[in-house]
């Protein structure tokens, strides 16, 4: 293999094959100037005004004359940048009225029509390529065992312990794939010992998969590896996406697009790029503000441009409830989203093969769902109710949550929930027992002597989980998660870090030496809370994007290294504690830039090579 340089933005090797036929004169970032732009190279003998000459007869086709010679090309221009770019000397490739995209699978038919109409293009179906078309196509090499084209990658492992663990393989999609769900998948369990369970990756989509060791399959791997990776060809004018997933196609036409927008072409090579975290996420509070469904759908079109591949919706917290429910319509707020319109939201998302992960945050934070039950408020010693909290030693509490978390697994087919935890404010005093006495004695009751309130709270923690149902990947927030006590939380519920100013913090670390799997939402980078209250200020893309990692899980310090494959992804957050500091459309504007540096950082963690001023001219081009 060719040695590589890192340049804009990309791995760029060294030795291309030079290729000597021009086809049409170079516009603006055509290859070799400017991002891939040709440089002052004879002008070749076809022109723009006729770009299918091979479709002429041909005694008038014009005849071949002179080589021309190309500059070697650049890396593409993108958002994330591609992680490696095999330069090559060509014309490269540009949309024109006779180009088609055209698929070699027809599982590819949406990827091919979302893109032949971005670019004004022709959709073609199933066809050979001709020049100047794109071509879309499985390579039905994923996983790497060559069980199933569609197939999960096997990041759910079995225990700590190496015992078997069960789950469905899922890609970054809704679709079902070809695979068979339930098959099991071999590979290490978490930490010692061995064990089999079914995998997922990143998605929707059923299959088998394999194991992995430390939670993080993706993280290790190459820009050409996993199921999200895809290659781009630029060749003879022909565009060529392949991959193993509907996904990585769908990012490889984001790549073109992307490229296509800020300079008007793409260039010639090759394209080998692949995350290098599996999650790449956005979370949306829309239930201290209520944003519209039109405006909600903007974001998953912005979020699927830039490679995103999770929405995140806290739709239930202390101000309101915003989604339509017909098992407790009494705990709907007035503003709300209809069923519909949340169907409407997932199904577009399913298209940009992004996964909607709902949250109804419990025990605390529950207040929407008190104000229509009232006999359910958390009471301390003295009878004063607790803000948000419900009674856990209640068993109506649970069968009402429970209830409402039924209702919305069918609204939300996807492969992740989050089930909150945060924030539950009878653990948030010095002495919990004293001031709950009445839940330390419904601990004892049901778990034992020796147990507390964390104990019961962690209980309610598992059965919130289990709730959701086996065959998904839930999360929690870190201060859900408890040190000591006599139960623990179930070792497959993954941890959402956002902060370490809670009562008894545990370092990142300690989760990550149990052997857990982490998602960053570090709130010192990634929290973009409207009116900045608590010492919250509005996150920067530059600050981001120069010195955040997805390493960096609390305040400004990474965890080691060895901890990298255990930490899935990130997301970025709009909090709304001040609902009125900012419209729906202060809010995008001002989130804009920190989630292209976010993307960025979770497509490649490494030190960008675009300067931050680069970035931010680039970003500028694309959205023009």
Same mark, same amino acid.
């Given at each position: ?67 021309? !010679? ?10 994330? !940048? ?29 990827? /091919? ?25 499985? @390579? ?5 065992? &060559? ?13 700590? @312990?190496?015992?078997?663990?069960? &789950?469905? &393989?899922?890609? @970054? ?30 998605? +929707? ?6 194991? =992995? ?5 993706? $993280? ?8 999200? /990776? ?141 104000? $229509? ?35 919305? !697994? ?41 147990? @507390? ?17 086996? $065959?998904?990947?839930?999360? /929690? ?24 100013? %809670? ?6 670390? %300690? ?42 899980? =609390? ?30 459309? %202060?809010?995008? =504007? ?33 959205? +023009?």
């Amino acid at each position: 293999m060719p040695r590589a340089a890192l340049v804009g933005g990309g791995v760029v090797a060294a030795g291309a094959v030079a290729l000597t036929i021009g086809l049409w004169p170079a516009g603006p970032g055509g290859a070799g100037q400017g991002e891939g732009g040709r440089g002052d190279s004879k002008a070749p003998t076809a022109s723009a005004s006729d770009p299918h000459p091979e479709d002429r007869p041909p005694k008038d086709r014009p005849k071949p004359t002179s080589s021309t !010679a190309y500059a070697l090309s650049k890396p593409p221009s993108t958002i994330p !940048a591609v992680r490696e770019h095999t330069p090559a000397r060509g014309p490269g490739w540009r949309p024109d009225g006779k180009a088609r995209v055209v698929v070699g699978d027809p599982g590819l038919r949406d990827e /091919a029509r979302l893109l032949a109409r971005e670019l004004r293009l022709r959709y073609g179906g199933e066809a050979r390529p001709r020049s100047g078309d794109v071509h879309l196509d499985l @390579t039905g090499d994923w996983p790497p065992d &060559g069980t199933g084209r569609r197939a999960g990658d096997g990041t759910r492992p079995g225990p700590a @312990t190496g015992g078997p663990g069960t &789950g469905t &393989g899922r890609d @970054t999609g809704g679709d079902t794939g070809t695979g068979v769900g339930l098959d099991t998948g071999t590979g290490p369990g978490r930490d010692t010992g061995t064990g089999t369970g079914t995998g997922r990756d990143t998605g +929707g989509d059923t299959g088998t998969g394999t194991g =992995r060791v430390g939670g993080g399959a993706e $993280a290790g791997r190459g820009p050409g590896e996993g199921p999200e /990776a895809y290659t781009l060809v630029v060749k003879d004018r022909v565009v060529r996406i392949t991959a193993p997933t509907q996904a990585g196609v769908f990012h490889g036409t984001r790549t073109l697009k992307q490229s296509v927008r800020a300079d008007g072409t793409v260039p010639e090579g090759v394209v080998r790029d692949a995350p290098a975290k599996p999650r790449r996420g956005f979370m949306l509070d829309m239930a201290r503000k209520h944003f519209s469904a039109d405006w909600i759908e903007r974001r998953i079109e912005e979020l699927g441009d830039l490679k995103y591949n999770e929405l995140g919706l806290h739709f239930s917290d202390d101000q309101a409830f915003r989604i339509a429910s017909e098992s407790h319509p009494e705990v709907v707020s007035a503003d709300h989203l209809t069923k519909a319109q949340v169907r409407r939201i997932v199904d577009l998302a399913a298209s940009r093969h992004i996964t909607v992960v709902p949250e109804i945050d419990s025990p605390g934070h529950l207040g929407a769902v008190l104000k $229509a039950h009232p006999d359910l408020r958390l009471r301390n010693t003295r009878g004063a109710v607790t803000p948000g909290a419900v009674d856990i030693g209640n068993p109506k509490a649970a069968r009402i949550v429970d209830e409402l978390l039924r209702e919305y !697994a069918e609204l939300f087919p996807g492969g992740r929930w989050h089930i909150g935890a945060d924030e539950y404010q009878a653990l948030v005093v010095r002495d919990p027992e004293a001031s709950y006495p009445r839940l330390a004695a419904a601990a004892r009751d049901r778990l034992g002597p020796g147990a @507390t309130i964390q104990d019961l709270a962690t209980r309610w923690l598992n059965d919130r989980a289990r709730a959701v149902g086996p $065959a998904r990947d839930v999360r /929690a927030w870190n201060d859900g998660f408890f040190r000591g006590g006599t139960v623990a939380a179930d070792d497959d519920i993954e941890v959402a870090y956002w902060t370490g100013k %809670e009562i008894g913090a545990r370092d990142p670390a %300690e989760y990550l030496r149990e052997g857990r799997d982490v998602l960053n939402y570090n709130d010192e980078f990634l929290y973009y809370v409207l009116g900045e209250p608590n010492d919250f200020a509005y996150p920067t893309g530059r600050r981001i994007y120069e010195q955040w990692t997805p390493r960096v899980l =609390r305040g400004t310090t990474p965890v080691p290294a060895a901890y990298d494959g255990q930490i899935l992804g990130g997301s970025f957050a709009v909090w709304c504690d001040l609902a009125g500091a900012q419209t729906q459309d %202060e809010v995008a =504007r001002g989130i804009g830039m920190p989630l292209r540096a976010t993307a960025q950082k979770l497509w490649d963690a490494r030190e960008p090579s675009r300067s931050w001023a680069d970035f931010e001219r680039l970003a500028a081009r694309l959205d +023009g």
